[in-house]
C-alpha cells in the first residue's frame, strides 16, 4: 500500500530526474506516465500505482506547485474520460500497452465514433456496417457518425459498429479502435447554431480495420460501450467550484457593475437562479464528499440534468439582462475551436451553446428516463423493439 | 460578497444517522398517519407522549444545549436530522418550537443569570415545554414584534398572533420593549385558530397584566430572537426536506403498484420525467439543508447567506413535492382518509413559517450583494411612452 508520503516522494524523485524547466513537454509527460504518476488509480506498468483515486489529486497539485506541464486534459478529455476506461476495462494487453501512453500525454488525440444520424439517444439502433474480410483478418466498415467532436485532430476513434444485422439491436454491435487516418475516412466539419464548427460528420466508406482493434468479443459492443458511457457521465460531478462559480459569475457581475440594467423582474429571476445555482455547487460538493468517502450518491446521474438547465437559463437571463446589447454577437465566422469553453465569450454565444447541454453527452429525457428507472426503480415503458432483428426495425 | 470558507461537511456522521434511527422507530411506533389524523381533530392536536419520549427519553429537547447547561451538548447537525425525521411523519410535537427557537432564545440571554439558567435546565431537559411568543411567520431579518409593554409593576401587556405551539407549553417566551420575559402558560389568554396545517396548532397570545420574570434586557432579547430566527429558519429546511422525501417516496411507491390501462402508471413517461425532476429537486434541498445545519453548527461566518440559500430553496421543493404527492395519487390524495393532505397542509404552512422564500430571496440580495433596481425607473432610451 502506497501511503501519502511514498507518494510525495515519488513524485520528488520524478521531479528531480526530469526537472520540468530543461524537460520538454511530452518528455516529461511520458515520464511521469512511466512512474505511475499520470493516473494513480491504474495498474502499475500503465500509467498507475494501482492506489485509491483519491490520491491523484495530492500528485496533481505536487506537481502544480513544481511548475510541471500538464497533459491539457480539456483538449483530450473524450481519450481520457471514455476510450481509456474503456480500454483498461476490456483491452488486451496488447492494447493496453499500445494505446493508453500516447493517450495521456496527448500525442494521439481521441474521438468517439458512436452517434449515428438514424441512431441518436436510440443509440444501439446504430446502422453503420463492419463485415469480416476473413482472408485479411481485416474488418470493412461502412456507414456515417456524427457529432463527433475532435474528429478533425483525431489519431484514433473509438468505434461502434453492426456486425450482425440479422440479431436484436443490442446484440449485433461490436466495438472497435479506429485509424482516422485510415483510407476512406472522411471528416466534415458540422456547423452549429453559434456559427461555428465545434464537431463533425464522419463518413465511412470501405475503411479496413484489423482484427486486432477490435476492443471485447464480437456481437458484444454493447456491453463495452455502456462502459465508455457511464465514464462520460460520470466525470461531471468530480469539479470543484467555487461559490458564485460557472455561468452565473458573469450575470452577477453585469448586475453589479451596471446598476442601468437592473429591473424588479430581472432582479427576481436573477435571485432564483442564484440560489439555484449555489445549490447546484452544494450538491455537487456533497456528491464529491461522498465519492471520497466511499459511498457513492446517486446524485451523479442527475448533475448533468441541472447543469444543463441552469446554463440555458441563466445564459437566457444573460442576453435579456444585457439590454441592446443583447441584440449583437461577437462573430459568425466559421471556426474550428479544439476545445469548448464558455469563458470569454459573449452572452449570446453562452445562450447559444448552453442548448447543445441538454442534447449532447445523453439527451435530458433520456437521463430523466435513466433517474426514473434506476434510482426511482420505476418500470420500463413497454418496448417492442428489443427481441426484433435489427434489419426488421422500423426506420 | 461573503467568501466561502472551507466547505461544508454535507454528510451525516455515525453520531446522527444513529439518532435518526432512534427518531424514527419513536415515530413509527407512536406517530403514524392514522393516530395524527385522529388526533388532529380533538381539542387535543398535539402528542404529549410522543413529545415526552422525544425531549426527555432521546434527549432531543436538549439537544443544542450545553452539557454544563443540562443539555446534551450536540449541534445543529444533530437537531436538523431529527428535524428531518419530523418533517417526514409530520409529526405534531412542539420540536421546532420548543427543541430549537425557545432553547436558541434562552441561550442567547445571559445563562449565568439564575433565571436564564434554571430555566434552560427544565427545557433541557423536557421538564417543562416552553415556547417563543412570536408569530410563526416572523422571519430572520425582519422587524421585531412591539405588540408587548410592560408597566412599571412589572407585568405585560399586548397581544401576539399566530403563536405556534402554543397550547401545548408550560411557559411563553415574551418579547416587550423592555426586555424578554419568561411568562407561565397559566398568565396568558389563549385563542385558539384555526389552522390550514392541522399538526402545527396556532393560537392568539393575550396578555393582560400578565407577570413573567425577566430574563434579559431588551437589546439583548432582541438579539437573542433575531438569533434564534436565523437557527429556526436553517433547520426548518431540514423539515421540509424530511417532508418532501416522505412524499417522493410514497408517491413513487403508489405510481409502481397503481395499474391504469394495463400498466403500472409509474411506467408512463410523462411520470417519470416528473418523478425523476422531483429526485432532483430533493437531492438538492439536502445539500442545502445539510450546509445550513453545517453553517449553523460550526458558526461560519456566511451563517445568514447560507440559510437564506437553503429556506429560499427547500421552501418551495416541500410544497412541489406535496403537491406532486396529491396530484399523482389521483382522487386518493384528495380524501381526509390518505396522509397526503397533512404533509401539503405542514408544507404550504411552512412555506410561510420563518420568511417565505421571497423573503429570503430579499436576504440573499443583500448577502449576495445583488441589488434591488434603485427607487427610480431606469431612463427609457428609446421607446414609446404611454
Known amino acids: 500500500m502506497t501511503t501519502a508520503d511514498e507518494l510525495r516522494l515519488h513524485v520528488a524523485e520524478l521531479l528531480a530526474a526530469h ?47 513544481a511548475g510541471a506541464p500538464d497533459n491539457d486534459p480539456r483538449r483530450i478529455g473524450i481519450g481520457l474520460g471514455m476510450a481509456a476506461p474503456t480500454i483498461l476495462a476490456y483491452g488486451t494487453e496488447e492494447q493496453k500497452r499500445r494505446f493508453l501512453r500516447p493517450l495521456w500525454v496527448g500525442e494521439e488525440v481521441w474521438c468517439q465514433l458512436f452517434s449515428e444520424p438514424g441512431a441518436g439517444s436510440d443509440l444501439a439502433a446504430l446502422g453503420t456496417r463492419a463485415v469480416l474480410d476473413e482472408a485479411a483478418g481485416e474488418w470493412v466498415v461502412d456507414g456515417q457518425k456524427v457529432w463527433t467532436s475532435s474528429a478533425h485532430t483525431a489519431r484514433w476513434a473509438i468505434l461502434i459498429a453492426r456486425t450482425d444485422p440479422d440479431l436484436p439491436k443490442h446484440q449485433g454491435i461490436t466495438y472497435f479502435l479506429c485509424d482516422m487516418h485510415a483510407p476512406g475516412v472522411e471528416v466534415r466539419p458540422l ?32 456491453a463495452v460501450a455502456r462502459t465508455t458511457l457511464m465514464n462520460e457521465r460520470v466525470s461531471i460531478g468530480g469539479m470543484r467550484i467555487p461559490r458564485e462559480g460557472g455561468m452565473i459569475a458573469p450575470v452577477a457581475a453585469t448586475w453589479r457593475e451596471r446598476p ?62 444585457l439590454g441592446e446589447e443583447g441584440l449583437l454577437y ?17 452572452a449570446g454565444y453562452r445562450y447559444l451553446r448552453a442548448k447543445g447541454n441538454s442534447i449532447e453527452g445523453g439527451t435530458s429525457e433520456i437521463l430523466l428516463n435513466i433517474v426514473a428507472e434506476r434510482v426511482l426503480g420505476l418500470p420500463a415503458e413497454p418496448r417492442d423493439d428489443k427481441d426484433l432483428a435489427w434489419k426488421d426495425l422500423a426506420r | 460578497m461573503t467568501s466561502p470558507r472551507a466547505p461544508f461537511d454535507l454528510l451525516y456522521s455515525e453520531t446522527e444517522e444513529e439518532l435518526r434511527s432512534a427518531v424514527r422507530s419513536l415515530l413509527a411506533d407512536r406517530c403514524d398517519p392514522a393516530s395524527i389524523l385522529a388526533r388532529v381533530e380533538t381539542d387535543h392536536p398535539h402528542d404529549p407522549r410522543t413529545w415526552q419520549t422525544l425531549a426527555a427519553g432521546i434527549g432531543a429537547a436538549g439537544l443544542l444545549v450545553p452539557e454544563k447547561l443540562g443539555g446534551q451538548g450536540a449541534s445543529h447537525r444533530e437537531a436538523a436530522v431529527v428535524l428531518e425525521e419530523l418533517g417526514r411523519a409530520v409529526a405534531p410535537v412542539p420540536y421546532l418550537t420548543a427543541g430549537v427557537l425557545a432553547a436558541e432564545i434562552l441561550l442567547g440571554c445571559d445563562p449565568s443569570s439564575d433565571a436564564v439558567s434554571a430555566l434552560l435546565r427544565q427545557v433541557a431537559s423536557g421538564e ?65 385558530l384555526v389552522p390550514l396545517d392541522l399538526t402545527r396548532p396556532l393560537a392568539g397570545v393575550t396578555l393582560d397584566g400578565a407577570a413573567g420574570t425577566r430574563l434579559a434586557d431588551a437589546a439583548t432579547a432582541r438579539a437573542a430572537v433575531a438569533g434564534a430566527l436565523l437557527s429556526g429558519a436553517g433547520l426548518l429546511a431540514s423539515e421540509q426536506l424530511g417532508l418532501a422525501q416522505w412524499c417522493l417516496t410514497e408517491t413513487v411507491a403508489h405510481v409502481r403498484g397503481r395499474h391504469q390501462f394495463n400498466r403500472p402508471i409509474g411506467s ?81 404552512a411552512d412555506s410561510l413559517a420563518l420568511g ?14 445583488l441589488p434591488a433596481p434603485g427607487p427610480h425607473p431606469r431612463t427609457p432610451a428609446a421607446g414609446p411612452t404611454p
Open chain 1, 19 to 65: 526537472p520540468p524547466a530543461d524537460t520538454p513537454r511530452d518528455d516529461f509527460l511520458r515520464a511521469r506516465f512511466d512512474a505511475g504518476l499520470a493516473w494513480v488509480h491504474y495498474p502499475e506498468g500503465l500509467g498507475g500505482l494501482g492506489v485509491p483515486r483519491s490520491l491523484q489529486a495530492l500528485v496533481d497539485s505536487a506537481l502544480e506547485a
Open chain 1, 191 to 222: 456547423r452549429q447554431i453559434t456559427g461555428e464548427a465545434e464537431f463533425n460528420e464522419v463518413f465511412l466508406t470501405g475503411v479496413r480495420i484489423p482484427d486486432g482493434h477490435r476492443l471485447g468479443a464480437v456481437g458484444q459492443g454493447w
Open chain 1, 260 to 321: 442601468d440594467l437592473r429591473t424588479h423582474d430581472l432582479h427576481h429571476r436573477l435571485l432564483e437562479l442564484w440560489v439555484e445555482a449555489e445549490v447546484a455547487r452544494l450538491t455537487g460538493e456533497r456528491l464529491r464528499q461522498q465519492l471520497v468517502a466511499g459511498q457513492p450518491g446517486p446524485e451523479g446521474s442527475g448533475m448533468k440534468l441541472t447543469f444543463a438547465r441552469l446554463n440555458q437559463e441563466i445564459s437566457a437571463l444573460e442576453v435579456e439582462l
Open chain 1, 330 to 346: 461577437e462573430d459568425w465566422t466559421m471556426r474550428r475551436p479544439e476545445i469548448v469553453d464558455f469563458t470569454g465569450r459573449d
Open chain 2, 128 to 192: 417543562r415545554l416552553c415556547v417563543p411568543a412570536v408569530p410563526l411567520t416572523l422571519a430572520p431579518g425582519a422587524p421585531l414584534p412591539t405588540g408587548v409593554r410592560a408597566t412599571g409593576a412589572g407585568t405585560l401587556t399586548g397581544s401576539v398572533t399566530s403563536v405556534a405551539d402554543a397550547a401545548a407549553a408550560d411557559v411563553l417566551l415574551v418579547l416587550a420593549d423592555t426586555g424578554l420575559y419568561a411568562v407561565p402558560a397559566t398568565e396568558v389568554t389563549l385563542t385558539p
Open chain 2, 268 to 348: 408512463f413517461q410523462a411520470l417519470k420525467h416528473r418523478l425523476a425532476r422531483l429526485w432532483l429537486d430533493v437531492a438538492s434541498a439536502r445539500a442545502a439543508a445539510r450546509a445550513a445545519a453545517d453553517a449553523l453548527a460550526t458558526g461560519a461566518p456566511d451563517t445568514p447567506l447560507t440559510v437564506a440559500v437553503a429556506q429560499a430553496y427547500c421552501s418551495g421543493v416541500a410544497v412541489r413535492a406535496a403537491e406532486e404527492c396529491v396530484q399523482l395519487h389521483g382522487g386518493i390524495g384528495m380524501t381526509w382518509e390518505h396522509p397526503a393532505h397533512l404533509y401539503l397542509k405542514r408544507a404550504k
Open chain 2, 356 to 369: 417565505t422564500a421571497g423573503h429570503h430571496r430579499g436576504l440573499v440580495a443583500e448577502f449576495a450583494e
